[in-house]
Nanobody, 125 residues
Framework: QVQLVESGGGLAQAGGSLRLSCAAA????????MGWFRQAPGMEREFVAA????????EYAASVKGRFTISRDNAKNMVYLQMNSLKSEDTAVYYC??????????????????WGQGTQVTVSS
């Protein structure tokens, strides 16, 4: 079965960096786009970044553009989110999710069918 497992969350100071990882299993990883989403307490889950199945195209939420970088390694079935210049408003649970098969990036939650359990990111100011 499809499994997505995030890691790398934790506590960081404002201005610092964290790198999230997501290990995928149970499907042909290289055929699907992947996305990162986040959910802060009392807030709806929101799009952060996504990458196409081949890795040749990425998209970012305006709030993280220029600070976060999504990447993938299809040989290792991994997707990453490098987060730099962290701000207190980046505090949230971060989720990786599987997008659509051989399709353009979709920023809508409805475009993702499998989700990881999430990893907490806390940024102290």
């Amino acid at each position: 079965q499809v499994q997505l497992v995030e890691s790398g969350g934790g506590l960081a100071q404002a201005g610092g960096s964290l790198r999230l990882s997501c290990a995928a299993a149970g499907y042909i990883f290289s055929g699907y786009s992947m996305g990162w989403f986040r959910q802060a307490p009392g807030m709806e889950r929101e799009f952060v970044a996504a990458i196409t199945w081949s890795g040749d195209s990425t998209e970012y939420a305006a709030s993280v553009k220029g600070r976060f970088t999504i990447s993938r390694d299809n040989a290792k079935n991994m997707v990453y989110l490098q987060m730099n210049s962290l701000k207190s408003e980046d505090t949230a649970v971060y989720y990786c999710a599987r997008g659509e098969y051989i399709a353009p990036i979709n920023w809508r939650l409805s475009g993702y069918d499998y989700w990881g359990q999430g990893t907490q990111v806390t940024v102290s100011s």
